[in-house]
């Protein structure tokens, strides 16, 4: 077996668990790839870039949070490597696996003893004018907002190419059920299962207050034409990757024919991440100290 490790790199403790992780490796005769910036800082010699990981290694471990985990999830999806997400702070809705559990887990997957779950992307597709269209893999989510000082935008929405309504809102928010519990959730969005095929839309601070979230099929195309002639208006991918969009612009968004394939914690469910996350049943006196 192969593993390939990525951690955030502007922490001693992902340096520190990489090396000790090595060494557990190396004494069962597993091989170890290093992203290139850790395996230089403890001194390893198989390393490379990030992006050349994914094809190179059976499993790859990421050490982060959530955001580390969805920059790797876009690599490894292309070809179907499954990732193991672990949280060097609090508990993750993708970092499922916390410090202490790290080697308990490595036992079981060296023992083959592991569950997979496959989580649903979107394929995105900005076209402008002739100059032809850019395709992106996300995970969570894709946004469409401004900046502070901009005005409302509108945003004309077709799902399979019937106009349901045009949006005047600080913005909106394409989401799969795993990115539902992110930036949608904020925005009033629902909290949906991360098993569920469909795709929610969020608007942001709708003008009209009867312009409510929306959850259809993820096999429904949903167009979005910016047709607002603010300057300020921008795509964010994941939360990563951002994208000034101009009038004219459309943005296609469906359901991708790739998924990112997660290796699910045994020490927890859904569930349990979920009312950990967001303290339900705690009592407000116990939540502010």
Not at 80 to 102: H, S, Y
Not at 145 to 170: F, M, P, W
Not at 191 to 201: D, F, G, K, N
Request: a neutral charge.
């Amino acid at each position: 077996m192969r593993i390939g490790i990525i951690g955030k790199t502007n922490t001693d403790k992902a340096y520190e668990i990489a090396k000790d992780l090595s060494e557990w490796f190396n004494a069962r005769g597993v091989e170890v790839i290093f992203e290139q910036e850790i395996g230089k800082k403890i001194r390893r010699r198989k390393s490379v870039p990030a992006a050349e990981i994914p094809e190179l290694v059976d499993i790859i471990l990421v050490f982060g949070g959530d955001g580390t985990f969805l920059g790797v999830a876009r690599l490894a999806c292309e070809h179907g490597t499954p990732i193991l997400g672990i949280n060097l702070g609090g508990l993750g809705f993708l970092t499922e696996i916390t410090v202490d559990e790290i080697y308990p887990m490595m036992e079981r997957i060296l023992s083959g003893d592991y569950e997979i779950e496959d989580r649903q992307m979107l394929r995105t597709t900005v076209r402008r004018g002739k100059t032809g269209a850019k395709h992106y893999e996300v995970l969570n989510d894709v946004v469409i907002n401004k900046e502070a000082v901009a005005r409302i935008i509108d945003l004309e929405i077709y799902i399979e190419g019937s106009h349901v309504t045009t949006y005047k809102a600080d913005g909106i928010i394409l989401s799969t059920p795993t990115g539902s519990t992110a930036y949608s959730l904020s925005a009033g969005g629902p909290i949906v299962h991360p098993a569920l095929p469909v795709t929610i839309i969020t608007p942001i601070c709708p003008h009209t207050l009867t312009n409510r979230p929306l959850v259809v099929s993820n096999e429904m195309k949903v167009e979005i034409k910016i047709t607002s002639q603010e300057p300020d208006t921008y795509l964010t991918l994941d939360g990563q990757i951002g994208i000034r969009l101009k009038a004219g612009d459309v943005i296609e968004v469906r359901k991708s024919d790739t998924v990112v394939k997660l290796i699910k914690s045994p020490f927890r469910d859904y569930f349990t991440i979920l009312k950990t996350k967001l303290m339900w049943g705690e009592r407000y006196g116990k939540i502010n100290g």
